[in-house]
C-alpha cells in the first residue's frame, strides 16, 4: 500500500476502535441481571483495572483524536467560529447526558409512586419534577466538560506546551489525591468532599460518596483527552503508515509501563480518574490503535470491520439510543399474570434464565440488546446518515 493510499484511509482503524468501544459500551451497561454478571465484564471495585473499566477512557482517548481532526480546519487558531463551536457542542452534549438523567429519573419515579394511591396528575407532574434529586454529572456530562476545557486549551496554547501541560495536570491532580485522602474509599475522599459541597449528596451517584464523574476528577479527564490530541496530531502528521504504526506502538508501550509502574504509588483506580488509570488506559487504546491500523490498513484484513462501522459512524446517536432504549425496557411495565413486569425481566426471567442458567442468560440478553442497537445503527448508515454535532 502506497502512502497516498494509507493516507485516505486512514481513519477506517480509528473509527472501528470507536465502534468497538461503543459496542462495549453498550454491553457493560445492559446485562440481563446485575447479580450475574461476569467479572471481565464488571468495574473494579475501587483499586484495580477490568476490561470493561477500559471503555469509557478509550472513547475519550478517541475524542481527543477526533477533535485534532475537527479542529483542523480552524488552524488550531482561536476565533469567534471555533470558540462558538466548541461551547456548542460542550453546552449540547451536556444536556444530553443531563437529560437522560432526567429521564432515567422520571421512569423511577413514575414506577415508584404506582404503589400510592394519587391522581394521574400528580402522579405525572411529580414524576416530571425531579430536579431536587437528579444526578447533575454522568458519563456525557465528563465527555462535554473534558472536551470543552481541552479544545480551548489546544486553540489557545501552543502545541508543544501541550505535554508540559498534560504533566502539570496530572501532578497537581496526583498531589491533590495523595494529601486529601484521595484513594479512601469513603466520604473522607477530598473528591467526595468538594462534590457534597458543591453539588450536593442528592446529585450525586451513591457510591459511599464517591462520584465516579465528579468535579476534580474532570482535571485528569482533560489530560486524558489532551493525550488523545497530541496522538492525533502524531497520527495525521506522518505520512508513512509503517512509522504511524511503530510511533503509536512505541508511545503506548510507554504510557501503559509508566501507568503500571507508577501505580505502586498511585494506584490505578477508575472511580476517582487517578494518574495511574489515565497513563494505563490511553498506553493500551494507544496500543491498540497501532494494532488495528496494521490489521485494517496493512494487512488489508476489513470484512470483519462491517460490524463496528455502524457503531463508529454514529457513536452519540447510538448511544444514546442504547440508553432511551435501556429505560423502556426495563421501567415499563405491562400486565403479565397476576401483576406486571417489564420487557428485560421477561426476556431475562422468563425466555432466557430457564434455559441458560444465571450467568449465560445475563450475557445473551446483553447480547442480543447490541444486536438491537446495531439493527438501528445499521439502518443509518446503510442511509448515509451521520448525526453530528
Given amino acids: 500500500m502506497n502512502n497516498t493510499q494509507a493516507n485516505n484511509q486512514r481513519l477506517l482503524s480509528l473509527d472501528i476502535l470507536r465502534g468497538i468501544t461503543i459496542a462495549g459500551m453498550i454491553l457493560v451497561n445492559n446485562p440481563g441481571s446485575w447479580g450475574s454478571v ?18 469509557f477512557p478509550f472513547f475519550l482517548f478517541i475524542m481527543g483524536i477526533s477533535t485534532y481532526i475537527s479542529l483542523q480546519k480552524y488552524d488550531f487558531q482561536w476565533s469567534g467560529a471555533a470558540a462558538w463551536k466548541i461551547v456548542k457542542r460542550t453546552l449540547v452534549i451536556f444536556a444530553i447526558g443531563l437529560g437522560l438523567a432526567w429521564l432515567s429519573l422520571f421512569f423511577r419515579t413514575w414506577n415508584s409512586l404506582g404503589r400510592e394511591d394519587i391522581s394521574f396528575l400528580s402522579r405525572l407532574g411529580q414524576s416530571c419534577w425531579t430536579l431536587d434529586n437528579i444526578r447533575v454529572l454522568g458519563v456525557l456530562q465528563r465527555l462535554a466538560l473534558s472536551y470543552g476545557a481541552a479544545a480551548l486549551i ?23 489525591m495523595l494529601f486529601g485522602n484521595g484513594f479512601e474509599y469513603n466520604e473522607s475522599n477530598i473528591l467526595s468532599v468538594v462534590d457534597r459541597y458543591i453539588l450536593g449528596p442528592n446529585h450525586m451517584l451513591r457510591d459511599n460518596g464517591i462520584e465516579p464523574e465528579g468535579i476534580l476528577s474532570t482535571i485528569p479527564s482533560i489530560a486524558h483527552l489532551l493525550i488523545g490530541f497530541c496522538c492525533g496530531e502524531l497520527l495525521m ?39 495511574t488509570f489515565v497513563l494505563a488506559t490511553c498506553g493500551l ?34 448511544y444514546v439510543a442504547a440508553a432511551i432504549f435501556s429505560f423502556f425496557m426495563s421501567e415499563i411495565r405491562f400486565s403479565y399474570g397476576d401483576g406486571a413486569m417489564s420487557a428485560q425481566r421477561f426476556v431475562y426471567g422468563k425466555l432466557l434464565l430457564p434455559l441458560l442458567g444465571n450467568y449465560p442468560a445475563s450475557l445473551v440478553y446483553a447480547l442480543l440488546f447490541v444486536l438491537l442497537i446495531w439493527a438501528v445503527g445499521y439502518i443509518f448508515y446503510r442511509k448515509r446518515i451521520y448525526i453530528k454535532i
Fill in 38 to 55: 461476569y467479572a471481565p465484564l464488571a468495574h473494579a471495585r475501587w483499586n484495580g483495572l477490568t476490561p470493561t473499566d477500559l471503555v
Fill in 154 to 176: 489546544v486553540i489557545a496554547v501552543r502545541h508543544k506546551r501541550i505535554p508540559s501541560l498534560i504533566a502539570a495536570l496530572l501532578l497537581l491532580y496526583c498531589c491533590i
Fill in 237 to 275: 502528521g506522518t505520512k508513512d503508515i509503517n512509522e504511524k504504526i511503530q510511533r503509536l506502538f512505541l508511545i503506548g508501550t510507554a504510557l501503559t509501563f509508566s501507568g503500571f509502574l507508577f501505580g505502586y504509588g498511585c494506584p490505578i483506580n477508575k472511580k476517582v480518574w487517578s494518574p
Fill in 285 to 318: 487504546a494507544c496500543s491498540t490503535l497501532a494494532l488495528l491500523t496494521w490489521v485494517i490498513e496493512v494487512k488489508g484484513k476489513r470484512r470483519w470491520c462491517k460490524f463496528f462501522e455502524s457503531f463508529g459512524a454514529n457513536p452519540l446517536l447510538l
